[in-house]
């Protein structure tokens, strides 16, 4: 039997046709911000609707509005804190996770806006499609760190990773070693889902859906990617 938590094994989500192609990479600009902030994921970050599965949002998977999102509530929290608006980029980038064996092919086809855009900070926040069978026979940790590179432009840019929302043993122990080895902040939110009340079940009929995080769920992967944040730009 894999060893993954059952909410693992119950994400039937597919992983392909997340989101349109063309709407991948979003950019929010605002009036007097200065942080550049890059949020690069896969459901959990921005799914499309998809009304076959119940989803009719046009963000986070399972928030029950687009400033319930993790994206959305880490931003308010950061400007909450630091008193001034935050610029924001969205790269919806599940077509690496199901692609990561091609190296930069994914990235250079689809996420050259991101890259350019040289955030100041990037938060890594993926790996949940990522095919443990192929991953087997193929390791995606060398892919995972070009990605972040490719990612990461900016070459004052610091890079936060986190572990997989729903315990991926196998693919979290190579996110943190890629995180040790190059310096790079590790946050741990994969103890969250021992807490339901941290995904959307009940709230959906679709499994892999209420499997998601709940608006409680993407505010505590918010508290914890604002607080690494603000730990670098105190």
């Known amino acids: 039997m894999e060893n993954i938590s059952k909410n693992a094994a119950a994400n039937t989500v597919s992983a392909v046709h997340q989101l349109d192609p063309t709407k991948y990479v979003r950019i929010t600009e605002k009036p007097g911000a200065k942080l550049k902030v ?55 980038a599940a077509e690496w996770e199901v692609h990561y064996e091609e190296g930069e092919k994914p990235l250079l086809e689809y996420y050259i806006p991101a890259r350019d855009y040289r955030a100041d900070i990037v938060i890594i926040r993926i790996g949940e499609n990522v095919n443990r069978e192929k991953d087997k026979l193929n390791p995606c940790r060398g892919s995972f760190e070009k990605m972040v590179e490719f990612f ?44 339901e009340r ?13 499997a998601h995080p709940s608006d409680y769920g993407m505010l505590k992967i918010a508290e914890r990617l604002a607080g690494a944040v603000n730990k670098i730009v105190k």
């Open 38 to 92: 890059l949020f690069v994921g896969n459901s959990i970050t921005r799914h499309m609707p998809l009304p076959s599965i119940g989803w009719t949002g046009d963000w986070g998977m399972a928030a029950s509005c687009e400033a319930n999102d993790y994206v959305h509530q880490t931003v308010r929290l950061l400007e909450e804190k630091l008193g001034e608006p935050v610029n924001f980029c969205v790269a919806q």
């Open 152 to 195: 990461a432009s900016n070459p004052d840019a610091r890079v936060i990773v986190t572990d997989n929302f729903w315990d991926i043993p196998q693919l979290n122990v190579q996110f943190e070693a890629a995180a040790k080895e190059h310096g790079w902040t590790f946050v741990k939110i994969g103890d969250l889902e021992k807490d």
């Open 198 to 210: 941290t995904m959307a079940k009940g709230l959906f009929w679709h499994e892999g859906v209420a």
